[in-house]
């Protein structure tokens, strides 16, 4: 891995070499966010998660969905979503959607009181 410097901060950088000599430079820097998703690839994520809810873990969503998008913008998509109460991952790392607003109002016209 080499590091190149970049508006004065060192970001890490590995280079790798494909089968047609192509070079391929990928930048690594977890305190800030390279890539930010859009609130399209927010909404396809939603998309596929609610279509494939209980089936699939990360990874196996991750080639489920429509587009390409680089796996880190997944991943920060999907802790959007788990902090936000849309999703749960169990234990063995399937995602679930948990989101369903006409069962919680209906719940609240029961007299369910949230907190």
Known sequence: MKLINKNYRAYPVAITKDLNNQYYITIY????????????????VEKAIHK???????YQLWKKLPKKMMYQTF???LDYLESSGKIM????????WLWNPERIRALEKQGLVFK
């Open 89 to 96: 991952i169990d234990k063995d790392g399937i995602v679930i």
């Open 29 to 44: 820097n977890m305190k800030n966010l390279l890539h930010s998703p859009t609130l399209g690839s927010v909404l396809m």
């Open 75 to 77: 991943l920060v998509i």
């Open 52 to 58: 494939y809810s209980q089936e699939y873990g990360k």
